[in-house]
Each structure stands twice: as C-alpha cells, then as structure tokens.
C-alpha cells in the first residue's frame, strides 16, 4: 500500500517531529510505501525523510498562485506510476487543501488527522 503524508512543512516542529517518528516505525512494514508532500515550505526533515527512504515534496501552495500549484501537482500525482492508495494529511491547511482538489485526485481515499485544534 502506497501511503502519502501531507503536512505543512518539513521543519522540526511538534507535528513534523511526531510524524517523522511515525514514519521511522512505519517504514519497515513489509509492503508499505510511504511518500510525504509539503504544502508551504521545506525545512531539515526533507533531508531526514529522504534517509529513511521516503520521498519528499513540496509543493508552494500559498499565495495567489498556490491554488493552481496545487490543482496542477494533484493532476500529475494521479498519474504517476506511483500513484497514491490513500492520502494521510495532517493539521488544518493540508487537510483543506487536499480536499479543495478532491475532484483532481479522482477518488484516493483522504484520512486527516487533526493536531491542536483546541479552540
């Protein structure tokens, strides 16, 4: 199963750190091909990720032309050999966004987990 994870950044943050933790344990899975995507800005887990093997993205989705950045790698994605089998985002804005171009990912299953929305 191909698995790509969507986040905010590549930087060392709480959920950057959390999920690359995650990944770490999840790699080894017979089976199990993880890829993660960036939607605002790179950072030093990009290099981190890529030790593990685990593909990385980043896809500048802010701004007056982030939406059709956007709509245009959701294009290119499905039809990669490499093709997704679900989408995993994390945090509000990869959530959002990936629904925004829901349609552009011709039915990959989305699963979002939400971090600190406390209010």
Request: glycine share 10%; charged share 25%.
């Amino acid at each position: 199963m191909r698995v790509l994870i969507v986040l905010n950044t590549y930087e060392q943050d709480g959920p950057g750190q959390l999920l690359f933790r995650l990944c770490h344990r999840l790699v080894p899975i017979e089976g199990l091909r993880l890829s993660t995507v960036a939607l605002s800005r790179g950072g030093p887990l990009m290099d981190r990720f890529r030790e593990l093997g685990i593909g990385t993205e980043l896809v500048e989705s802010r701004g007056k032309a982030g939406y059709g950045r956007l709509r245009e790698w959701a294009r290119r994605l499905v039809r990669r050999s490499d093709r997704p089998d679900v989408i995993h985002t994390h945090l509000l804005w990869p959530d959002l966004a990936m629904r925004l171009v829901g349609r552009e990912l011709h039915g990959i299953p989305i699963l979002s987990t939400c971090h600190g929305l406390h209010a």
